[in-house]
Every structure is written in C-alpha cells, then in structure tokens.
C-alpha cells in the first residue's frame, strides 16, 4: 500500500466528523432522498443516467432492514414522479443476509414489487466473497419474477468467468467492476495485469453471449480498451453502457459522454454516509489517493 493511502487510512477516524463530511459530499449525494434526486437531475442535465444507492450495508439486526426498504420505496416513487433518468442499486447484505437469508428474499421481494409498479430496473450489487454464491442464487430467483434485475460480477474473482456463463445462459444484465474487497490469492487475481485481463474477457464474453453490459471502471485503461472492443464487435449502443461512481474520474466521465457513450453514474446517499465513508476506504485504501486530491489536488 502507498505510504501516503495508509497514513491516510489510519488517521481518518481521528479527523473530525464535519472535516470528514466535506471530504465525503463530492461521493456521497448526502442524508435525504431529496439530495439524491437533485444529484440525479444534475447528472441527467450533464447527460448521464444514474443508479441510486440507499447506504446502509452490513446491518447487526434485522430491525435494521425495514428503514432500508421503505427508503428504496421511496426512491422508487420518486425517480418515477421526477421523471429522472434513473434506476436502483441495492446491497443484500443491507437487507440481512448476513444474518437471516431468508428475510434477505422476504425483504428484497417487497423492493422489487415496488419496483414492478413503476417499471425500474433494479441492480443486485456484489460484496465480499463470503456472500457471492448465494447473492447468485437470490438473484437467479428475482430475475424468475422480474425481467429487470441485473447482477454485478466482479473480475478479480477467478470464479467469475463461470459465474458469467451462468447469467448469460438466462440473457443476464451484468455490471462488470474490478473488485474492492481484500480477498486472497487462491480465489482473487492479485496482478493488476491479470485483473485486467479478466475483466475485458469477462466483457466480451458477455457482449458475445448476447448479454447487456454494465462497464464500471474509472482506470483509463480498460476504458480505452473497451472503447476499441465495442469499435471491433460495432455493437448498437442500446447493448452496453460505461458506470462510474459519483465524484471520480469526473474528466473521464465527461470525455465518454462527449463521444455520444451512454454513461450511468452510481449515486450513494443516505444517513450511513459516515460509516459508508470509512469502510469504502478500509476496504480499498488506494480509494484515499482520491480523499488526498479531493483535499489538496485541483478540482476536475
């Protein structure tokens, strides 16, 4: 780890809450549904769609699920009533599944009903190792129910490429991201190379099987590299899409948008924005390499 990420990593929970929130408004849309659809209606202006997030992963007690639900049909609402272009992300371990799985699908189905009413489109979004294979499960059963619920596949994960054939077998709408949770050697690429490698083949395997594709990176790289697989296969660009998470990579951003790419940014909000804060950066420490820019570095 860079010196400079993990001094950073170490002291951030000394640094006061408040210095901590100004750090955290360019990456979080802020507590209130309100803050998020104004967020929303600005990237809309800007020319991108956008995901919403309800943060509040990694609950201790079921009682803790119940404000997320009400809150994502709340979203719902009113991404439907805003008219924004807009669709959902949720995190099932927010939901319980860590803790009761069941409940975890009990709880899911009543966001997804909502989201039946109004027509959205709900992403399952992928955590750590220990819950991928029954966040496959739990999604494989949604999707029997709804035609509109996508998965995200993360490529440093060597299971992944079998992962992906499952879900194009059904035409799956896939998210495809690097990975952030610290997992070990034996069922994670460690090489950035190898990384790489993963996930463009994880892309255009996708591309090929016929499946939609969510591409989710902010490293210039696979950015380019995506550019030229998608020249290569000239696929309509009603099949793929390019995700980036609020805050980063803004010049990128704007680069794809620019050149007519159809660009979703990942809009997390919520009262768990602290918590949500700490744990992105202890999860991924190279993620302080941002807070160190957002602090000192120049605005994009």
Same mark, same amino acid.
């Given at each position: $780890? ?123 979004? $992928? ?22 619920? *996508? ?27 690097? *990975? ?19 996930? $463009? ?29 998608? *020249? ?11 995700? $980036? ?56």
């Amino acid at each position: $780890m860079n010196p400079l990420n993990r001094l950073v990593v170490k002291t951030l929970p000394l640094v006061p809450k408040p210095v901590v929130r100004s750090i955290a408004s360019r990456y979080v849309a802020g507590e209130r549904l309100s803050d998020a659809i104004a967020t929303v209606r600005g990237l809309n202006t800007e020319g991108c769609m956008a995901t919403l997030d309800v943060l509040g992963e990694d609950i201790v007690r079921l009682e803790e699920t119940e404000p997320t639900v009400v809150e994502y049909q709340r979203a719902l609402a009113a991404i439907a009533e805003g008219g924004v272009d807009s669709n959902i992300s949720v995190k099932l371990t927010a939901l319980g599944l860590k803790l009761d799985p069941a409940h975890c699908r009990r709880e899911l189905s009543r966001i997804v009903e909502t989201a039946r009413r109004y027509g959205t489109f709900v992403r399952i979004d $992928m955590e750590d190792s220990s819950v991928t294979e029954e966040t496959l499960r739990i999604y494989f059963e949604a999707r029997e129910k709804y035609e509109k619920v *996508g998965i995200v596949l993360q490529a440093y994960l060597r299971r992944s490429a079998d992962d992906a054939r499952r879900v194009a077998a059904v035409g799956g709408n896939v998210r495809v991201c690097k *990975g952030i949770y610290v997992e070990p050697p034996a069922i994670a690429f460690q090489d950035r190379e190898e990384i790489r490698d993963s996930y $463009m083949k994880l892309v255009e395997d996708l591309l090929d099987a016929g499946s939609y594709a969510g591409i989710a990176t902010h490293d210039p790289v696979l950015v380019e590299r995506s550019v030229a697989l998608l *020249g290569r296969l000239r696929l309509d660009r009603s099949r793929y899409e390019f995700q $980036m998470l609020l805050g980063v990579a803004r010049t990128l951003r704007r680069r794809l948008v620019a050149d007519g790419q159809r660009l979703r940014v990942y809009v997390p909000y919520g009262e768990a924005w602290y918590a949500y804060s700490i744990r992105r950066l202890k999860e991924n420490p190279s993620i302080a390499g941002h807070v160190v820019k957002g602090l000192f570095g120049p605005r994009e």
